[in-house]
């Protein structure tokens, strides 16, 4: 453990589209944030090839691309950006007290948590090699089905979220595969009447992805298992969809903070005010629903100015900024 104790006012965990923009705004508004950037730098949007999505580029923009020009814009203000982890909290006092990997302990006044949800992917070699190479693996029908228009793709999963992706594809390519490895759907009975009824998709029951496979740079198409016959057969596709569910990225704050049964944080509906007075929350972390960067980049927003109020609530010396609400 470190001797000396850093003080600030407020901390954002995260450097998403939600961290960046609750570093924009806090800036703004003279709080002096400090944004430690995780694992991930830019979070899963670093993982997506083109945006284009996002208001106010109408060309799209490169995911990488796009999280560089949000950390230049929050460094502009003077956000004060740093690499690390957050490896431990603790919300039980007055004061907020964090370390960063397990040595410097800091204490704000307030902390945005703003640590994003991962993708869960099957994690076969081929799947994570077409992934890391841009070559059509993608845990995000929202976000890269447009590239397939008119292909052929295979998604996988039973859940909700697949069903959904499965029909927002339907809507834009030739035809969808979808392996479900049970015998019967997770997802609601509607979510599930739903895929069952649209005529461009397959359902394959009793089916696990064996092989992505492709030609070295891209995806060709995806070897599955029967696994009650234990046939194994190749199916011609260009996209590899993953939609097995999300884990947010919250462990280090479940003795404190109030989270669902999977980890989602709880905010106050409405707002990003956590059970915690001083630690607000925004994007993924606690948004099972709608997971998109522009929504992320909202409640960033909110975030920031809730703990803006916060501040000045607690400390009549600290007056809320005009400029944000301008
Ligand atoms: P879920 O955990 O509900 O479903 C995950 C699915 O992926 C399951 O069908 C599971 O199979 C399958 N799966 C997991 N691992 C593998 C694997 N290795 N190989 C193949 N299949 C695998 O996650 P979702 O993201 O779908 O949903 C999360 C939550 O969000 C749910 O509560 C859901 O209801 C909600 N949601 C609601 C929506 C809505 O109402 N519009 C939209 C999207 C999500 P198995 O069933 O065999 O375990």
Not at 48 to 58: A, D, K, L
Not at 72 to 82: C, G, L, P, S, W
Not at 150 to 169: F, K, M, P, Q, T
Not at 215 to 220: A, E, F, H, I, M
Request: net charge negative; hydrophobic share 35%; with cysteine.
């Amino acid at each position: 453990m470190s001797d000396t104790i850093e003080k600030l006012k407020c901390l954002i965990i995260g450097s998403g589209p939600a961290g960046y923009t609750a570093a924009i705004y806090a800036a703004r508004a003279n709080m002096s944030p400090v944004l430690y950037q995780g694992i991930q730098p830019g979070g899963q949007l670093t993982t997506t090839n083109e945006v284009e999505n996002f208001p106010g580029y109408p060309e799209g923009v490169t995911g990488p691309q796009m999280m560089m020009e949000l950390q230049k814009q929050a460094e502009r203000f003077e956000t004060d950006v740093r690499d690390g982890w957050i490896t431990k909290v603790d919300f039980s006092g007055d004061v907020h007290k964090v370390w960063v990997n397990d040595t410097k302990e800091i204490h704000c006044d307030t902390v945005i948590i703003s640590t994003g949800a991962s993708a869960k992917y099957l994690g076969i070699e081929s799947e994570q090699k077409y992934l890391k190479l841009g070559g059509g693996v993608s845990a995000c029908a929202v976000c890269d089905g447009f590239f397939y228009r008119n292909h052929e793709v295979v998604i996988v999963g039973a859940g909700d979220s697949a069903c959904e992706e499965a029909h927002y594809l339907s809507k834009l390519c030739k035809k969808v595969t979808m392996l479900v490895r049970r015998d019967e759907f997770r997802a609601s009975k509607i979510m599930a009447a739903r895929v069952q009824n649209t005529e461009n998709i397959e359902i394959l029951f009793n089916t696990e992805t064996e092989e992505v496979l492709g030609d070295g740079q891209v995806v060709t198409g995806v070897r599955v298992l029967n696994n009650k016959t234990k046939e194994t057969q190749d199916i011609p596709a260009t996209g590899f969809f993953v939609a097995i569910g999300h884990k947010p990225n919250t462990d280090i704050f479940k003795d404190f903070i109030d989270m669902d049964e999977t980890g989602y944080i709880k905010n106050v509906p409405g707002r990003a005010l956590t059970n915690v007075e001083g630690v607000f929350v925004c994007g993924d972390a606690a948004d099972h629903v709608y997971r998109q960067a522009v929504t992320a980049a909202g409640t960033g927003c909110m975030a920031a100015l809730d703990a803006e109020r916060y501040l000045a609530a607690k400390d009549s010396s600290f007056e809320v900024s005009t400029s944000n609400y301008n």
